[in-house]
């Protein structure tokens, strides 16, 4: 057993040496991104604080502000239209109880002229991000893993960030120190700031409602060196949804390369006063 250990012990330092190093230099092992734009200021839901959520008029405001990425969700009525809408179920939006996929596009009823700021896939919009020549400036996003893969069969070409199921896979590689060994094909990680759960955003699940929970996922998961690494790499880190100033600093001093708000023209005001700082 002794003996045994002449040999194992030199090869873990060894391993935990060569993964230390290649954590901070993933440029030997893996060739750095190249995305087709890169930003630090994204409007969810097009900056739902400020327009009615996912219109143009939100979109075209946060673009006016300076934005460099719209967040927005697409569902498919009955009848195959795209409709852009965070919430599958329109009760929220329009106090009518129905969803958009058993409705036919002219059926759809008219949104609310005002809605609370809160946090509560497929071939059609291949077709159009194909159309209108936007496949590098579009990223598929989803939480689902399952979906992920429909939206992937279904266009390769675009950029995508990654699932909960690959985002837990993430942290296992860093944490067992295999994370610089292996390549990745998402081009973006997107996650919630913790410190905003149970403020500025009440989750529904039970579980999340637990501060030692939210503490353990605060401490696993906001790691400077991990986003550095992915950085170093050439995916970009997004933390959302910071709509206080203390947030959006919080996001970037934890390593991330943009942030994701509802008010567009706070980021953009908080963007400015720290370049001029700088």
């Not at 893969?149 to 837990?168: E, I």
């Not at 390549?183 to 699940?205: A, C, D, K, V, W």
């Not at 997004?238 to 919080?250: M, Q």
């Amino acid at each position: 057993m002794a003996s045994s250990l002449y040999f194992i012990l030199p090869a873990l330092g060894g391993y935990t040496l060569t993964s230390l190093y290649l954590l901070k230099n993933p440029q030997i092992l893996h060739k750095k991104k190249r995305a087709a734009f890169h930003c630090t200021h994204i409007s969810h839901r097009g900056g739902s604080g400020e327009r009615i959520e996912s219109t143009m008029e939100a979109f075209t405001h946060a673009v006016e502000q300076g934005t460099g990425m719209l967040e927005l969700d697409c569902h498919l009525t009955r009848d195959g239209h795209v409709v852009v809408s965070h919430d599958e179920n329109l009760l929220r939006q329009t106090g009518h109880d129905v969803t958009i996929s058993s409705l036919n596009l002219e059926e759809l009823p008219l949104q609310k002229d005002r809605l609370e700021v809160t946090f509560y896939a497929g071939i059609q919009v291949s077709n159009m991000v194909k159309q209108y020549d936007r496949e590098d400036l579009t990223v598929w996003a989803t939480v689902d893993s399952t979906i992920m893969k429909k939206c992937r069969r279904t266009n390769s070409t675009m950029p995508y960030s990654f699932s909960m199921r690959r985002g837990l896979q993430l942290l296992l590689l860093y944490y067992s120190g295999l994370l610089p060994f292996v390549p990745l094909g998402e081009s973006f990680l997107q996650f919630y700031l913790p410190r905003i759960i149970n403020r500025t955003y009440i989750p529904e699940e039970r579980l999340l409602k637990n501060r030692m929970v939210i503490y353990l996922i605060e401490k696993l998961t906001m790691k400077k060196s991990l986003f550095k690494h992915l950085a170093n790499r050439g995916i970009q880190v997004h933390l959302f949804v910071c709509n206080e100033d203390p947030d959006i600093e919080a996001a970037f001093e934890a390593g991330a390369t943009g942030v994701m708000t509802d008010y567009p023209t706070l980021l953009t005001d908080y963007l400015h006063r720290h370049r001029s700082q700088d």
